[in-house]
């Protein structure tokens, strides 16, 4: 049921900035069976340093018996452009010179993004998504999406996201890239330049990802005695060093660009006039202590989306919150089904 598979497109793909990609490769992969009406998608957009296999990083929401059931649903998910799991990214070689683009890939933006999504979308046979589902910078995807292509979304559910992101949240990606750019090795051209100065833009992140209280009640220290490594200083370390095992530092400079581009309103006249393109039944859901994208961001968006709902819930998890509360999660997108009179499983488009 869970298999992983390569989408490529092989024309000229122009870029929203002018700038174009020789064609591109796109990592996705699936879950359950899509059916003969080809109307049970689940299609989930991921967040900046995750990968296309959801099962990964959100299994709670998928599985047998879960809230998304492979007996019932297909569940996709394309890795996005720029990253460093499959997709063509800075580290993938130039058909043009036969070399990795290193500093040379251009930046993307959301919609460069959501297009390539569509262009698999259309190569599977894909007419309508049942339910479109992320968080974060997939939750900006998500709604450009959902703006981009209002007949072929039926349910959009964003979470812990926005339409446009905030100056505070540039500031922090902005500061994160100041880190890159201090390594010594981030000018040259190999794959593992400015991977130290990553690991501390990620102990940056995660400083907006988390919350006061996610660090006094994992953090907090058992002795009044110390006086220095304390429990909250190696977790810092422990969390910019797992990230360089995974990550590259080519792909996160491009990513927190693309997030920093994020504005729905951008050759659309006006925000508002943005979102009254959204045409699918719509739950924006935040997290009380997300002070990298705060509440009032999801309330804005409930206000000017028709059909939308709106959910707050509490987690001392801070922005991670809508990765960690899994059965909170599950519950309030059953609701937001059950309120908008439809099952997971409906194919009634």
Known sequence: MHKEDKFHYTEIFKLESGKTLPGFQL???TFGTLNEARDNVIWVCHALTANSNFLDWWEGLFGKERLYDPDKHFVICAN?????YGSTGPLSINPENKKP???DFPQLTNRDMVRAFDLLRQALGIAHIHTLIGGSLGGQHALEWAIMQPERIK???QLCSNAQHSPWGIAFNESQRMSIAQDPSWQKDEAEAGMQGMA????IALLSYRHYRTYQKTQSETSNEKLDHYKASSYQQYQGEKLV???NA????????TMDSHNVARE???????LSQVKARSLFLGVSTDILFPVSEQQFLAEHVANAQLCIIDSDYGHDGFLIEISTLTDKIMRFYEKAKLKPAITDF
């Not at 659309?268 to 943005?274: F, L, V």
């Open 101 to 103: 683009y290193y500093h």
């Open 268 to 274: 659309r006249g006006s925000m508002k006039a943005a």
């Open 27 to 29: 990592h996705y992969t």
């Open 80 to 84: 996005m452009l720029g990253s460093c």
């Open 245 to 247: 095992r995974r990550f």
């Open 250 to 257: 080519f792909s996160y400079w491009v990513l927190s660009k």
């Open 155 to 157: 349910h959009l559910i």
């Open 200 to 203: 501390t833009a990620r102990s």
